[in-house]
């Protein structure tokens, strides 16, 4: 059992992820981001025992399952139907996958682990595996050691899916001898941080819990003390089905993000590096309070070196991909997600390798 004061569980989106990557993405830009504070002789893993739940394994055997390209497309289209989407939202979602090129593998496998996560039994075996680590985590925690879960893109779906069925507010009036449930009332997880949140997103194919009432929150009722959602300006996995719910400011925020050093505006590291990612984060694990100049100063640092020049054409470009998208719901929010992100970095990607020079 460590000694040290806090867990860190974190929990990674989609793609592949060799074991123990996302663990120290998340390490390294953490003690990046105390860097822009001028804290340099501080790193996380002095206070925090930081682990990893991984389960792109369980996603990739069935990619490898559907190895052949036009074999997995058809699987998809099977799937969507399967679930009752009409034949022509799966023709265009089929359509939406069939333009990714080579160059755009990043993209398929991507939106391919949403689907499997969503309609396939990967999906159960997962949440089962996650709940299961979820309570060990609390069960291993002494009585001083405080508990964070940190998920990240596809990886907030499966934190909030499987929270929602692990947690209960009441768990005499919901009883079920089969189930164990943890009652809120009774345990609490410290804080939850959704990057790049997905959740409502993912809903729409798996109907788990819908993200806007689910006990996954912070509020008197809610599974966690602290809530914080964190969002990229111009990350578009977020646009549609944006989370929004309302946090109580005591009990955690909306961290809205906009700097950006690489194409990849989903990045996790890029997420946690940043100084409004770190600042909250400290006063949990330490009571540290970092200024509103602190703040202000380790913004500067951070935006050195990062897109200035063509940042208001970067903005216009995703405000257009955005009207064009409109106000859409229901499951057609999935098929525009695809389609919006993959024409949002086809538009950016030489403005942002040009002025970094990459």
């Not at 074999?71 to 989407?85: P, Y």
């Not at 969503?118 to 979820?134: D, H, M, N, P």
């Not at 998920?151 to 929270?163: F, R």
Request: glycine share 6%; charged share 25%; with cysteine.
């Amino acid at each position: 059992m460590s000694n040290r004061e806090h867990i860190i569980l974190v929990v990674h989106g989609m793609g592949t992820h060799p074991e123990g990557a996302t663990r120290q993405r998340f390490i390294e830009g953490f003690n990046e981001g105390l860097g822009f504070f001028g804290i340099e002789d501080w790193n996380l893993e002095k206070v925090a025992e930081i682990r990893e739940f991984n389960y792109s394994e369980f996603i990739d055997d069935q990619q490898k399952n559907d190895a052949e390209y036009a074999k997995s497309l058809a699987n998809v289209k099977t799937m969507l139907k399967g679930r009752g989407f009409t034949e022509k939202f799966a023709k265009s979602m089929i359509d939406e996958f069939g333009k990714f090129e080579d160059k755009d593998q990043f993209f398929y496998s991507s939106w391919l682990d949403v689907i499997y996560y969503s309609l396939l039994l990967q999906g159960v075996y997962i949440r089962v595996q996650l709940a299961k680590t979820i309570a060990q985590t609390l069960k291993d925690a002494n009585v001083n050691q405080k508990v964070h879960i940190v998920a990240h893109s596809l990886g907030t779906a499966v934190v909030h899916d499987t929270l929602a069925q692990l947690f209960v507010k009441d768990s005499l009036a919901s009883y079920d001898h089969r189930i164990t449930k943890i009652d809120t009332a009774r345990t609490k997880i410290d804080s939850v941080w959704m990057v790049a949140n997905v959740s409502r997103l993912v809903n729409l194919l798996n109907g788990i819990a819908d993200p806007n009432h689910s006990i996954v929150h912070s509020d008197s009722g809610g599974c966690t003390k602290y809530f914080f959602n964190v969002a990229h300006e111009l990350d578009p996995f977020t646009w549609f089905k944006e989370y929004k719910r309302s946090i109580m400011r005591s009990r955690g925020s909306h961290i809205n993000t906009s700097v950006i050093h690489q194409v990849n505006t989903h990045d996790l590291k890029e997420y946690v590096r940043d100084p409004l990612f770190i600042q909250p984060f400290m006063f949990l694990l330490k009571g540290v309070v970092l200024t509103r100049e602190n703040l202000v100063e380790a913004r500067k640092l951070h935006k050195q070196n990062s897109v200035q020049d063509d940042l208001h054409e970067i903005k216009a470009q995703a405000q257009v991909i955005k009207d064009v998208g409109g106000v859409i719901d229901g499951v057609q929010s999935v098929y525009t997600a695809v389609k919006s992100s993959h024409e949002f970095y086809e538009r950016v990607r030489g403005m942002i390798e040009k002025e970094l020079d990459l």
